[in-house]
T-cell receptor, first 114, second 116 residues
């Protein structure tokens, strides 16, 4: 079945620096790749997603890139702020059934130091 | 409601008891998913409904776990004869489900199940 690997498991940056989180997936039929942010004690919330027909998508300080050939995608956060501190999860979905079932990575705990 | 609602928020049960967890999805959302999230881990898929049809139950760990969505709206996840290893956060998510296009999944606040 589909497997998603996420690295690093923890990431600490200074406020204003950039943060990059990387994920790889195993199922070449996957076509939808969302990123969720989960603050302590809260529910996961979508921050950005990308579909397999594009290579990059940007929304203000957040961008995601997708390399279908290599089966990996990355989250880039620029000009990090303390409120960016949270756990970030990548996920992959798609395939023949296309049910929207999400396979999540293990998560990255991002700490932004003021 | 404005978002996905789950109840109860917390459930403590004795080993061997049955529990029922409820999910009320966003109105009009066709797709409904159940996930289990262990502490410090990503959500793990359990089962998927399209309207009232359970179309994927490949993630249910064993036959003690079952789910239903009889009228295509509210869903119930039932765990029979609970065991300590069932302790986790159980999350429901729903999405519009527009044909073949995968749409954003909105998560509920979860039910924290503790089996003692």
């Amino acid at each position: 079945g589909e497997n998603v690997e996420q690295h690093p498991s923890t990431l600490s940056v200074q406020e204003g620096d950039s943060a990059v989180i990387k994920c790889t997936y195993s199922d070449s039929a996957s076509n939808y790749f969302p990123w969720y942010k989960q603050e302590l004690g809260k529910r996961p919330q979508l921050i950005i997603d990308i579909r397999s027909n594009v290579g990059e998508k940007k929304d203000q300080r957040i961008a995601v890139t997708l390399n279908k050939t290599a089966k990996h995608f990355s989250l880039h956060i620029t000009e990090t702020q303390p409120e960016d501190s949270a756990v970030y999860f990548c996920a992959a979905s798609g395939g023949p059934s296309n049910t929207g079932k999400l396979i999540f990575g293990q998560g990255t705990t991002l700490q932004v130091k003021p | 409601g404005a978002g996905v609602s789950q109840s109860p928020r917390y459930k403590v049960t004795k080993r061997g008891q049955d529990v029922a967890l409820r999910c009320d999805p966003i109105s009009g959302h066709v797709s409904l998913y159940w996930y289990r999230q262990a502490l410090g881990q990503g959500p793990e898929f359990l089962t998927y409904f399209n309207y009232e049809a359970q179309q994927d139950k490949s993630g249910l760990p064993n036959d003690r776990f079952s789910a239903e969505r009889p009228e295509g709206s509210i869903s119930t996840l039932t765990i029979q004869r609970t065991e300590q290893r069932d302790s986790a956060m159980y999350r429901c998510a729903s999405s519009l489900g527009e044909g073949q296009r995968i749409t954003e999944a909105f998560f509920g606040q979860g039910t924290r199940l503790t089996v003692v």
